[in-house]
């Protein structure tokens, strides 16, 4: 063994790099606080890694197995875990281009593609009600009545906000629940930061940290991925006015995730996609806000009041994707249409086309 690094900005597991005389390992101790039963954790990911590598995708994740077969390791009280490094490849916390968020678009509905023929019910629930955002709403409200840290008082103007925006919350679960929406495997986290980039061809290679792989919905991974790589700012913005939605990064994901699922999703997913931007980035306003009047237990906190300040942030974007919500829908149309028309998009073309029309 030549070293262990700590790896990565990610604020749920601990992760480090290991690098061998032969090869470098990805190892992360999995949190217990949020991940409460690691082997179905580990379960799901069995089955998602080896389904996309049975299709393929010979540069993905892979879980190295101990010695005696298991997909973990747990080592006094403590879960341990470790995958294959993938080796000329780059992950960002913020996309450089829009060239770039187009392969984050075309990865994450590669994603859906080859996952289409999973059967989603063998995947365990590991955190149940994950984006149900009405529950996420109850979860706010009993830990804004308890207040265990006396920090009610401080979200005041938050509260209000979320309070406001109860009805914004049920859009997705209403209808999920009327079987509208169609049961898939959601990925559940497609922040930036879990794509690798090919370091010479900068294209997307792959999606990694497949903790919260379960039974959901496309929309789920559309809302996330938007909330954070179309946002003009990073999700802990302390300066608000730097923070809005960016329609040319917006449209590039929408070209190249289209592009993948265009053949597949049903008319109410693209229906719904500008809403699951609005509705993923409220539930985060909200999860932060929740972590915070808990006393941060859940989100790795650099500061006192770290998840406050991303709840703020994530409130701030809510606004400004209200705000052009109306454009949106007409950037989804107009590309949804050319892609299905043509089955391939000009980008540049496209931009022109939306933004001067």
């Known amino acids: 063994m030549i070293s262990v690094l700590p790896y990565g900005n990610g604020l749920v597991n601990k992760t480090f790099l290991v690098t061998t005389t032969k090869q470098k390992y990805i190892i992360q101790e999995i949190n217990k606080t949020v991940f409460k039963n690691p082997h179905l954790v580990m379960h799901n990911i069995d089955l998602i890694t080896n389904h996309l590598r049975n299709k393929g995708n010979e540069r993905s994740l892979k879980i190295i197995k101990t010695k005696t077969g298991r997909n973990y390791l747990f080592l006094k009280g403590k879960y341990y875990r470790c995958y294959n490094y993938i080796e000329g490849t780059v992950c960002f916390d913020k996309a450089t281009d829009i060239n770039q968020f187009y392969q984050v678009g075309k990865a994450v509905g590669k994603f859906q593609k080859d996952l289409i023929d999973f059967d989603v019910d063998k995947l365990a629930d590991t955190i149940p009600n994950f984006h149900n955002t009405p529950h996420r709403f109850e979860q706010f409200l009993e830990a804004l009545k308890e207040d265990p840290m006396k920090r009610a008082e401080l979200v005041r103007p938050e509260t209000r906000f979320v309070l406001k925006h109860y009805q914004t919350t049920k859009i997705l679960e209403d209808q999920i629940k009327q079987n509208k929406i169609p049961k898939r495997v959601s990925h559940n986290d497609t922040k930036l930061n879990n794509v690798r980039f090919d370091i010479e061809t900068k294209e997307a290679v792959c999606l990694v940290d497949l903790d919260t792989v379960m039974a959901g919905s496309v929309l789920y991974d ?136």
Do not use: W
């Not at 300040?309 to 249409?337: C, D, G, P, T, W």
């Open 222 to 357: 559309f809302g996330d991925a938007i909330r954070i790589g179309a946002a003009s700012s990073y999700e802990d913005e302390p300066d608000l006015s730097k923070m809005t939605i960016d329609l040319n990064y917006f449209q590039a994901f929408s070209v190249g995730f289209l592009e993948t699922t265009i053949d597949f999703l049903t008319p109410d997913e693209i229906d719904n996609l500008v809403n699951s931007v609005k509705v993923i980035t409220l539930e985060c306003g909200i999860r932060f806000l929740t972590d915070f009047l808990n006393g941060d237990s859940y989100f790795r906190i650099e500061y006192p009041l770290h998840n406050l300040i991303r709840a703020r942030a994530q409130f701030k974007l809510f606004q400004e994707i209200e705000k052009k919500e109306k454009l949106m829908k007409e950037i989804i149309n107009n590309v949804a249409s050319k892609v299905m028309n043509a089955q391939e998009v000009n980008l540049e073309l496209l931009f022109f086309i939306v933004n001067f029309k």
